[in-house]
């Protein structure tokens, strides 16, 4: 079977010509296509092709249940903050869905572009909107759970709107069912019940967008759930972010689920607390908006969407100033988010912790902060309870239970292999178990299959 993306110029079901590849990944091949109609009029649509190069019959076969799945789902759904979806069908052994063609970027590549966190106002306005399209989710007789919230799932058009995209791993919920047949999702945004604890619910996209807003707001991944230390607040990584914003991220990627909050509307009016009065205004002008355009049929456009005449730019209010955070070094008066004292500069902020980021297996990012005296890195099982757990990157068991430790030392980080059965290398050199080895800047560290690296911020 031939298993490269079709090329420009095809043609499908006599109608669909395929005039570029948009993207490539995971299970499938994203197209922009052209359909022509009988009058000789043309509309502009994304057509998802599932891949047929897996590795196995059991994963492609997974794959096709999937591919099905999305388009069963997303057919039965119509929202402004979602695709609209118009064909589904299979042809030369291919399965193909056909939906609207969305003209904008994902908050993953807005994220890549800024090379920083975005603005606090920014993602206030994202997580409102995402709100909205996930309280029309749950709230269907049979309530969807898209389950995948994450930067690269959720698109923004050129006028700010926003469109939820994705729905390979989506399910409807079932009452009484205890836990999932498929555990899955994408380890830095899914909740712990994800991990085949039990059947994840509304919830579990609550701390999915908890941790999508963590991820714009400090551009550094979170930490998987199933990691066992506790994250970097997001004041260490952008002290402009406010309180209460922080404290919406907190409960929202709350570990125990009871302590999210119940609902995306929930979540939503939280949210909205936090903007400035304009934002507000506007923000609530948009929410009707998109209530009247979900109460109306969803209408199909041939070109990019314009931004609507009466929409204006959501530009935050003047900040009032804000005091009370003193400079030990010369006493001045300073904002209370102030990064430097602007009298003599000083800095409030304390120096961020080394990290050891993830480097292989590839497709997964995050980073683990060394902010202990110590560090113990392995598998779950061992005699004592790791800080690091490899587990999930290990399955054939490479790395032992208490592999490694990483110690501070008068502001050095010292690596110790403490006798774990396949060793541990720094650089590709093997290290001799019990003894101390100092880390630098970059250095790789490799423990069985997982390669780890040494990042000094």
Request: net charge positive; glycine share 6%; aromatic share 8%.
């Amino acid at each position: 079977m031939d298993t490269k993306p079709l090329a420009v110029g095809t043609i499908l079901k006599g109608r669909y010509r395929i005039t570029r590849l948009v993207a490539g990944g995971g299970m499938a091949w994203v197209y922009e296509v052209e359909e022509r109609l009988p009058n000789g009029t043309g509309r502009i649509w994304a057509m998802k092709e599932l891949r047929a190069d897996a590795d196995d019959a059991h994963t492609l076969k997974e794959g096709r249940q999937l591919f099905e799945q999305e388009a069963n789902i997303l057919v039965r759904l119509s929202h402004p903050n979602l695709p609209q979806v118009t064909a589904y069908f299979e042809e030369h052994g291919r399965s193909y869905l056909v939906m609207e063609f969305i003209y904008g970027e994902s908050l993953e590549k807005r994220l890549e572009r800024a090379g920083a966190p975005l603005l606090e106002a920014e993602v206030l306005n994202y997580a409102v909107q995402i709100c909205e399209v996930l309280t029309y989710l749950h709230t269907r007789p049979q309530p969807v759970i898209f389950r995948d919230m994450k930067p690269s799932n959720v698109m923004v058009t050129i006028d700010g709107r926003v469109k939820l995209i994705d729905f390979g791993i989506a399910r409807t919920y079932k009452m009484g069912k205890r836990r999932d047949t498929v555990t899955m999702g994408s380890e830095n945004y899914a909740a712990p019940e994800q991990w085949g604890k039990a059947q994840t619910d509304a919830r579990a996209d609550i701390y999915g967008l908890g941790a999508t807003m963590y991820h714009l707001l400090t551009n550094v991944p979170p930490l998987p759930a199933f990691v066992p230390t506790p994250r970097v607040p997001i004041p260490q990584y952008n002290p402009a972010v406010r309180e209460a914003t922080v404290a919406v991220v907190d409960k929202a990627m709350a570990e125990d689920r009871d302590d999210r909050y119940a609902s995306a509307r929930e979540m939503q009016e939280a949210l909205l607390s936090c903007m400035s009065r304009t934002e507000r205004r506007h923000m609530e002008a948009l929410l009707r908006d998109l209530e009247q355009q979900a109460a109306a049929p969803m209408a199909t456009s041939t070109a990019p969407p314009l931004p609507a005449t009466t929409s204006k730019e959501i530009r935050p209010e003047p900040a009032l100033a804000e005091h009370g955070k003193n400079c030990p070094r010369c006493g001045a008066d300073n904002r209370r988010a102030a990064r430097f004292c602007r009298q003599c500069g000083h800095t409030f902020i304390a120096p961020l912790p080394p990290v050891l980021a993830l480097v292989e297996p590839q497709g997964a990012r995050w980073e683990f902060p060394l902010n202990a005296p110590s560090a113990l890195v392995g598998r779950r099982g061992g005699r004592l309870s790791v800080d690091l757990d490899l587990e999930f990157y290990d399955p054939e068991g490479y790395v032992s239970r208490n592999h490694a430790r990483i110690e501070q030392r008068q502001r050095r980080f010292y690596i110790i292999d403490l006798h774990s059965a396949n060793g541990t290398l720094v650089n590709e050199e093997r290290l001799t178990p019990g003894v101390p080895r100092l880390l630098h800047q970059g250095d790789r560290i490799r423990l069985g299959r997982v390669v780890l690296s040494f990042k000094i911020r």
